[in-house]
DNA sequence: ACACTTTGCACAACCGATTGTGCATGTTTC
DNA sequence: GAAACATGCACAATCGGTTGTGCAAAGTGT
């Protein structure tokens, strides 16, 4: 029987019940009792009572007075892809499995959006923020900076802050190897090439990638074009049109793809079925992870992001903070459907 | 150059850089300056200090003052997949264009999670607490009422809080049909029936779109057996295991089925690739929508539910309260790949 | 019986904002 | 020129916890 008008209990309602200080109560509440020399009979009672009445203590308030909050922040620039919302998930279980309460906010991709998210996340005393694919990290940190808060990139690095990545350049170098692997068992001829194609040039996972991709083929006597790197952003449409473009000038598929993204995939399986090609017809390493794509195109070679162990290696860095604003930790992507 | 040591700015803090009292700076930033007669010219000086300053307001005890958190919090069965975690991100999106600060925690489908999350987000003092697809839909609310907080549902219904829920009924009903008519039209005999397969058998959707699957074949005169009806929860493994057992009694693969969510369709295609199966030997309509699978098999017919209009109908009713708890509002999903 | 220590708890000052109220000036009215 | 009103701001209480400190009463030693 609550109702609207009855506040919710507080200390002080407690210490009238049990007939006792609002401090006791409050030592009792949070644990500290023990080191405050209460009684073991006061303190049963008051916990008895806390429970018995449903009292809940106000986070703001002790927020407030302890200078923390027990909020911990992530920005991500979306969650509708199984990446990130992977790594959201992951990132919601550790915080919790320390007593940290944690909030995420999707950025979009757009640094107006990224400082905006920040800034909130700051006004509401974060502990640590931690900025996921941010296009521009170093703004954040800097944010972090002024406001003692610490900061800490994923996905994409940043020069302020400590990184946790996955390492770009060998798992594309891997992939890509996979790949020509693949077309060699095929028979299929090299003199196709194999196109790269989605991700922004801008973006330094993008350019790992690429010369990894490049240091793949290199080894493998194989010279790359310019004109077979396609970073056209991260978006179907875009790496659709790209491909169309790219096509125009050619007769033939490609024997293969570097895919750089579920996303940009989309885009290209579109743009094969609608100029009436077979998805078959061409050799395709993509760099994510989708398990409904991994099962109804098992042939799709994959790189999955190790998500569990770079959200581990997190907290290990948030835990034990004191590193080097640039250091920088890279955790391989596995190979799947090779 | 914030150092450790210096502590955040506070409104104490600009109002001796002013000249002025704190009242007058915290009325000055909150916006009640002109009600409280502060001179236009000592507004703009503290506005430019505190700009100058990156002064940032802490919400903690703004909350704590004005006994409103800003917080609107939402308890997700998990992020990883399309429908899900749009939803989390419309959630997002609509809260913070009312200024709101949305907080939304994983449960995993466990009633115990979702008291717990349910818990924290009341301790944080949220606003309004809307549990999407909560197995345990009525208790949250009851911990609401208790605390004096709004609660709604999403996803699944509950009787002790409005609901905003897709139309499974109607929404499967017309999968279904969908379906049949493919089957009509590919002249495949339907005396292989049509296995209903995926989700929960105690939960509410589940049940309305067997009921729609079942209506849909009646109002063709074909009846359905209990047999074809297999709700084996959300999970890939358990679908591919029941899809196992459905055919050691049969010679044939059923000649369609619906299937109750991409999850779902994850564990039946894989049966199908380890049975040697080609997922076209089978007319599929899932209830769920994942845009990858919609472009690497676009015969693939899906439902989608409408997310964007769902999180609009929740904040129409989150802005204007007075629902009555058992108000249910049922959103139609679109037909895709028909 | 006296000094000394331990036990058990209450007091009060915070944390940083919000807001009802009061009180000097300055301006208008008749 | 006095009363009446408006302007512009400061004071202080408050939200609900946390925590340093103080002080009785009980226990211990001699």
């Known amino acids: 029987m609550a109702s609207d008008s009855a506040k919710r209990l507080t200390i002080y309602d407690l210490a009238r019940f049990a007939e006792t200080s609002p401090s006791t109560v ?86 107006a959006q990224e400082r905006e998210a920040a800034r909130m996340m700051l006004a509401y005393r974060v502990e640590c923020l931690v900025s996921t694919g941010a296009t521009d990290p170093d703004t954040i940190s800097l944010m972090c900076e002024e406001a003692g808060v610490a900061s800490l990139n994923l996905d994409l690095p940043g020069s302020k802050a400590p990184s946790i990545i996955s390492d770009n350049r060998d798992g594309a170098r891997r992939l890509t190897l996979a790949i020509l692997d693949r077309l060699d068992a095929n028979g299929a001829a090299h003199s196709d090439g194999v196109l790269f194609i989605g991700g922004r040039g801008e973006d330094h996972n993008t350019r ?83 398990p409904l794509a991994a099962a109804l195109y098992p042939h799709l070679m994959m790189a999955r992001q190790s998500v569990e162990v770079m959200i581990e290696q997190l907290f290990a860095m948030i835990d034990d903070p004191a590193q080097a604003p640039g250091t920088l930790v890279e955790v391989a992507p596995e190979l799947i459907g090779i």
């Open 208 to 290: 790992e990638r690429i010369e990894g991709f490049i240091k793949a083929r290199t080894e493998r006597g194989l010279a790359t074009r310019d004109a077979d790197i396609l970073p056209c952003d991260y978006a179907a449409d875009k790496a659709q049109v790209a491909l169309e473009a790219y096509m125009r000038h050619r007769t033939r598929l490609p024997a293969a793809m570097f895919v750089n993204s579920t996303i940009a995939l989309e885009g290209i399986v579109r743009w094969l079925q609608q100029s009436g090609h077979q998805l078959d017809e061409v050799t395709v390493g993509c760099f994510d992870w989708d």
């Open 26 to 111: 409050s030592a009792v509440l949070n644990g500290s009792w023990k080191r405050r020399r209460i009684s073991q009979k006061l303190a049963d009672k008051i916990l008895t009572l806390a429970q018995s009445e449903g009292y809940s203590a106000n986070m703001q308030a002790r927020a407030l007075r302890r200078e923390r909050s027990g909020i911990i922040g992530m920005i991500l620039p979306l969650y509708d892809n199984r990446y990130f919302s992977s790594i959201a998930q992951h990132f919601e279980a550790q915080a919790r499995k320390r007593g940290l309460f944690a909030i995420v906010a999707c950025t979009n991709r757009d640094p």
